[in-house]
């Protein structure tokens, strides 16, 4: 089974490039077969994508054993750029069967400017897009793993360095399964 | 009143086009903003800029913002198509709802003050065809982000409106008008 990474954030030096590297190395060091869909790389287009590409990403997707979502939450939710992916490649449509049903496994690695409290209240949209979206599209059991840095705006170096080992571990314990 | 409508569309364009006849009929001042042409990514320079004092740096997004500063109400028209606000609409609140137009960010406690007391509606008017089941088990995202998130940097008395319309009742034109005679209560 292959691990696919999709990776959405526009700068390239930033804390969510950090924990991709991290991420892809993880899985390298696991010996797995691994896809990177870099969305701002590639030039993914979120208003109207090109029908070869979201086919190929259907593909992609359809020999995925374990799904690992990177990008940083802005208003609650995804960035527009991973929000339209969602809208073209896992739309429900009435000619697709409805499902990546190899998909066993979802794990996002997601960061917040505010505290976990003001997410809460705010009703975490993110997190509920992927847990009861996305994953009633995989497998009938597949799992998901939220691995969240939460109020990105006010913690040291330190931290943030001890959040890459929290998500090297916790990709070491999932991928190769 | 401001009008944010994904018309990427023939039939969303539509539907903008009768939410503002129905909103000025009520002989409120609507300004529509049309997505069709705006970029819903946020680019690697606004991302950088974010946190400066310029975070606004193009055109569309700068008259956005001047028209929601001088909006009394933000309606949303968009099509539900991934359990959540569309793409355009979302990325009109990651590229226009910057800091020194929805937020301010003190820079003293690192806190975030609203900036929109000013608004005094929320309004969704979302295309949706799922059935209520569905909806309940996936939990509406759209009315998170916009009832919840944004809410949060409105004021106190900001009062939240929604309305949902399926795909069936867009084609049928009586219908659609008897689905928005419920603005008038807004």
């Known amino acids: 089974m292959v691990t696919t990474v999709v990776h959405c954030h ?43 590409v979201v086919a190929e990403h259907r593909e992609l997707l359809a020999s995925t054993g374990l799904l690992i979502l990177v990008y940083p939450t802005w208003w609650s939710a995804q960035p527009a750029m991973l929000q339209g992916w969602f809208d073209s490649v896992w739309a429900r449509s009435e000619t697709d069967a409805g499902s990546f049903a190899s998909i066993s496994r979802v794990i996002v690695c997601t960061t917040h400017g505010s505290p976990k409290w003001l997410n809460a209240l705010e009703g975490e949209s993110g997190k509920r897009t992927v847990s009861r979206y ?23 170096h330190e931290t943030r360095r001890a959040h890459l080992g929290k998500v090297s571990r916790a990709i070491r314990r999932f991928v190769g399964r | 009143m401001l009008v944010i409508a994904d018309d990427r569309d023939a039939h969303m364009a539509t539907l ?18 049309g997505l069709n042409g705006f970029e819903p990514a946020m680019s690697e320079r606004e991302r950088r800029a974010y946190e400066s004092d310029t975070p606004i740096c193009d055109d569309a997004v700068a008259t956005s913002a001047d028209a929601v500063r001088r909006a009394d109400s ?25 800091p020194g ?86």
């Open chain 1, 134 to 156: 996305l994953r009633s599209r995989c497998a009938k059991r597949c799992r998901f793993t939220w691995i969240s840095l939460y109020g990105m705006d006010g913690i040291d």
């Open chain 2, 74 to 98: 933000l309606v949303f028209v968009c099509p539900t198509l991934s359990n959540g606000l569309s793409a355009p609409v979302k990325g009109w609140l990651d590229r226009v709802l910057v």
């Open chain 2, 101 to 186: 137009v929805a937020f301010l960010l003190d820079e003293r406690t690192g806190r975030v003050r609203p900036a929109l007391g000013h608004i005094s509606t929320l309004g969704l008017i979302a295309v949706d065809d799922r059935s209520a089941l569905r909806r309940w088990l996936e939990h509406d995202n759209a009315r998170r982000v916009i009832f919840r998130a944004l809410r949060l940097v409105c004021g106190l008395k900001t009062r939240t409106r929604s309305l949902r319309v399926t795909t069936a009742v867009l084609d049928r034109e009586a219908d659609l008008a008897v689905a928005l005679q419920r603005m008038t209560r807004w």
């Open chain 2, 16 to 33: 903008a086009e009768d939410v503002c006849r129905v909103l000025t009929r009520r002989a409120v001042s609507v300004e529509c903003i």
């Open chain 1, 10 to 52: 526009p700068v390239a030096d930033s804390f969510a490039r950090a924990v991709t590297d991290t991420v892809i190395d993880s899985v390298i060091d696991r010996g797995a077969r691994h896809h990177v869909i870099d969305l701002y790389a590639d030039g993914f287009d979120p208003r109207r994508p090109d029908p070869t």
